[in-house]
């Protein structure tokens, strides 16, 4: 599938594929970026998409991807190698920022939203626990907002879908 200008594999059923709206995401956390050098957190990466938008479209970052599915984990360590992108742009399996070796600039992620016991019939081919989340579906941002606190450098800034 193409995102952002860029051949990517993708999955359905097995992770989400990515939207419209996750390249408004790339396309806002480039606007952040400005060119600066930066370290990127890319919460929740699933196939990877939205940190290997980011890190073509801003050759002095270094991008950091944390998903808790192997699988994704997987999908998007070879949609990364596909773009030559290894040098810049790290994937590694765990818990939001839990993997993360040091503080980041920017935070942005693409995490489950929905509620669980609301599925959305027009999503059903896509990967739920890659969309609903327990409550009202919003636990993981606000897991997220807690250990962004302490991951975040002094000018850090943080985006959500």
Do not use: K
């Amino acid at each position: 599938m193409r995102f952002c200008g860029l051949d990517l594999a993708t999955h359905p059923g097995r992770v989400m594929t990515p939207r419209p709206a996750s390249e408004a995401l790339v396309s806002a956390a480039l606007e952040h970026l400005d060119g600066r050098p930066a370290v990127v957190a890319d919460v929740g990466t699933g196939s990877g998409a939205v940190a290997i938008g980011i890190a073509a479209g801003a050759p002095e970052a270094c991008v950091w991807a944390t998903d808790t599915s192997p699988e994704a984990v997987a999908l998007a360590r070879e949609n990364v190698r596909r773009h030559g992108l290894a040098d810049r742009v790290h994937v590694l399996v765990g818990d939001l920022l839990d993997p993360m070796p040091g503080s980041v600039d920017l935070v942005v992620a693409n995490l489950p939203y929905l509620p669980a016991g609301e599925p959305d019939p027009d999503l059903a081919a896509e990967h739920a626990a890659a969309l609903y989340a327990p409550g009202d579906g919003l636990g993981p941002y606000r897991s997220l907002l807690d250990a962004a606190g302490a991951q975040l450098s002094t000018s850090g800034a943080g985006t959500g879908r």
